[in-house]
């Protein structure tokens, strides 16, 4: 049993036990997890430990799945580079597997970035509106058929956002439904 002056000292402690017993492997902490959560962060942050269990028995709540499901259940505990393993997790079948990937080859891997959120429900524009608005977006792409913007409904939407300062822009070369439009065309 260990007396600390105050929880940081606690902490102190702790870290000196765990440097000595083996870094990498578990540490534990008993606190008022609701009422105290910087208590926890602070643990969190300070441990070389690869579990850190919270209102948790070191012993059967590091092997996983009694206490707590954010550990798998373990057949052995890793303690990563701090303690000379290679893993740091819960080590389980899929550890003792061997995966072969064949990785082939592929040239200048482009991406897309989407915003968070596409409106396309009825219903759904003074939602999609407000949020553009509110979350102070400076651009918006409207997407539309040539007969809606043709007959002023993509207006109604430019007005609001430039009204509000965000730049807009409108793509109305899309078919109102494309599968009716190639079937048409099969015939």
Request: hydrophobic share 40%; proline share 4%; with cysteine.
């Amino acid at each position: 049993m260990y007396r600390a002056k105050d929880f940081a000292d606690a902490v102190d402690k702790a870290e000196q036990l765990v440097a000595m017993g083996g870094i990498g492997h578990t540490s534990c902490l008993y606190t008022d997890q609701d009422n105290q959560p910087e208590r926890v962060a602070y643990f969190g942050q300070m441990m070389k430990t690869a579990r850190i269990l919270i209102n948790t028995p070191a012993s059967q709540g590091g092997i996983g799945d009694l206490y707590n499901f954010k550990l798998a259940p373990s057949l052995t505990l890793g303690c990563g580079s701090w303690g000379g393993n290679s893993i740091s997790e819960n080590v389980g079948p899929k550890h003792l597997i061997n995966k072969k990937t064949v990785a082939k080859r592929a040239e200048n891997m482009l991406w897309h970035k989407l915003p968070k959120s596409i409106y396309f429900r009825r219903g759904s524009l003074p939602i999609a509106l407000d949020e553009v608005i509110t979350d102070g977006h400076k651009r918006a792409l409207i997407v539309t058929d040539r007969f809606l913007f043709n007959n002023g409904y993509a207006d109604q939407i430019t007005s609001v956002l430039k009204a509000a300062g965000v730049e807009t822009e409108v793509f109305f070369e899309v078919e109102a439904d494309p599968d009716a439009f190639r079937c048409s065309q099969r015939r």
